[in-house]
């Protein structure tokens, strides 16, 4: 007699399989990820019928695939022209930081011109209309339903037959052919799945809102990420209005584009040039600030970076950032320590940036050195100035990249001197480069009378 096929279990994360069931997958460590596959079918696998026959890939018409603009620029720039018919998108970010309201934007937008099907299953209709009418999204085209239930979803499709389909959200859909929680591993995949197929047989443009875990990342099983054709990440600080949309995935587009927005009372508003954000405004210049000019994407921003070096009567002083590395921050600090002889260590010392903008990148270094020296100091460093390069461990300056495309912003804006690393490109006409080797080189030039703050004494 032929032996019982055997059935195996598969992680839907890392496709790790096991002969018996488990809570937690023994490769990725993942919890309730483990599913039933059963055992392969012996034999080949028949021929079946084609839904589309074979052509020369010269012969593909690709109209229908251009991208239709969505009516807001900044999304646009991120998704690489628009949204495309039939391609699925999926947004993501944290609670309350407007995923809603972005969508609700796009869609009275999009509905202008076509019919927009917006499904919640997060919110009654009722707290939809109420946003929308805050927002003056009330377009006649735009059709809102509540519907937690997939099959009802599809049901709405066929009555309205839209042109964009937005889902809100992903984890709150379910199948009823399918066990499972909705919001579960199983529901995720079935729901998206199902959405993905229907987008594609009918050319509909459909958007899934993702919830995110504690780490950020989103939830579900990762193979929603490899399905959907467009993964955006929305990001923001609750206590400020300034918003980011990236693009960690496109298959229509470039992955180094940013959107910023500026989330107000009455909606979400595009920030073409949203460098005056994080910048404050001021007559004097003020001792520990320094401006920089980062490069999220391909789109250079200025900002500001703020420190405050503050002698201490405790044992142990106290070490605040906002916006910045901690670890980078201490770094500096040591590198000023020893290389500049800055006695720094012993004061309380904050770091801070302007308008809630996250500084991450390297080129930071030499604005924050300067900030940290000009606040021990107490002294200002000279009025439209700006500081742009990493700081190494042995206190030299190392180049960045983009250079050029930073200076010509920050000469755009009215910056008259740059402090650089040692470069070899062509200047930027109307703005004074200065290149240096070292921070030792940079705190010369920026605070030619710097002083050095007493250390406090022991008892």
Known sequence: MAKAAKTTYRCTECGWTTLKWVGRCGECQ?????DEVG?????????????????PIAEIDVEAAHAVPSGLDELDRVLGGGVVPGGVLLLAGEPGVGKSTLLLEVAALCADSAPVLYVTGEESAGQVRLRAERLGALAPKLYLAAETSIASLVSHVDEVAPKLLIVDSVQTMSAPEVSGVPGGVTQ??????????????????????????????????RMLEH?????????????????MLRAVKNRYGPTDEIGCFELTDSGIIGLPDPSGLFLTRRNEPVPGTCVTVTVEGRRPLIAEVQALVAPTALPQPRRATSGLDNARVAMLMAVLERRANLRIGA??????????VRLHEPSVDLALALA????????????????????????????????????SEAQRLGFTTAIVPEYSEEPVEGIETI?????????????????????????
């Open 30 to 34: 993942a919890w309730g990820t483990v």
């Open 39 to 55: 055992a392969a079918a012996p034999g080949g696998i028949a021929p079946a019928k084609v839904s589309s026959p074979a052509r």
């Open 188 to 221: 995720v995949r079935e729901v998206a799945g199902a959405l993905i197929r229907l987008a594609k047989e009918r050319g509909i443009a459909t958007v899934l809102v993702g919830h995110v875990t504690k780490d950020g990342s989103i939830a579900g099983p």
């Open 227 to 243: 399905l959907v054709d467009v993964v955006l990440q929305f990001e923001g600080d609750r206590h400020s209005r300034l918003r």
């Open 347 to 356: 004061s309380d010392v904050y770091a801070s940036t302007v308008g809630g």
């Open 372 to 407: 940290l020296a000009s606040s021990n100091a107490d002294l200002a460093l000279p009025r439209g100035l700006v500081a742009i390069g990493e700081v190494g461990l042995a206190g030299d300056v190392r180049a960045v990249s983009g250079v050029q495309r930073r200076l």
């Open 435 to 459: 290149g240096v080797a070292d921070l030792g080189e940079a705190l010369r030039i920026a605070l030619p009378a710097r002083r050095r703050r007493p250390a406090p004494q022991e008892n």
